[in-house]
């Protein structure tokens, strides 16, 4: 729990310390994009850091729920299995674009030593593009889990 905080310190100081430079934004157009990836990418972090506290917290419920001995009404079971399948899927979908940003990024600092601008800016929005899908899955996927969190007793 306690590198759970203090890697979200981190993070939050990191994310204050996050300034576009307006004087660079005009010398290299890409800059606004390449804030933007470093502030999806933290993003990205926090919501990982809140999925896994909810695992956690779902799993220690589990685990006394089980010490306990008392059982899950027939209704709340057919809810958590319902939202285990729907957490599976998304999982599978997070999944599915595990890598995608490294293949675009491969070749980058070759074109950033050509000084291909508008590639690089083609690249930059893909990436960005598939850290907002991922980070929106994380939404679902935490969202899905708070649920999952509200049903245990």
Not at 4 to 14: D, K, P, Q
Not at 36 to 56: I, P
Not at 67 to 93: F, P, R, Y
Not at 127 to 136: A, D, F
């Amino acid at each position: 729990m306690k590198k759970l905080l203090i890697t979200m310190m981190i993070m939050m100081l990191m994310l204050l310390a996050v300034n576009p430079v307006s004087a660079l934004e005009t010398q290299r157009p890409w800059r606004a994009a390449i804030m933007e990836m470093r502030e999806n990418r933290l993003e990205n972090q926090e919501l990982g850091l809140e999925n896994k506290r909810l695992r956690l917290s779902i799993r220690e419920q589990l685990v006394e729920l089980k010490e306990s001995g008392q059982t899950l009404e027939d209704s709340v079971k057919i809810e958590l299995k319902d939202l285990t399948e729907q957490l599976k899927e998304k999982t599978a979908l997070l999944k599915a674009t595990q890598g995608d940003i490294r293949e675009l990024t491969v070749g980058i600092k070759e074109l950033i030593e050509k000084k291909q601008k508008d590639e690089i800016l083609a690249i930059y929005n893909q990436v960005i593009e598939i850290q907002e899908y991922r980070n929106g899955i994380l939404k679902e996927i935490n969202a899905l889990l708070k649920e999952i969190e509200q049903l245990l007793p």
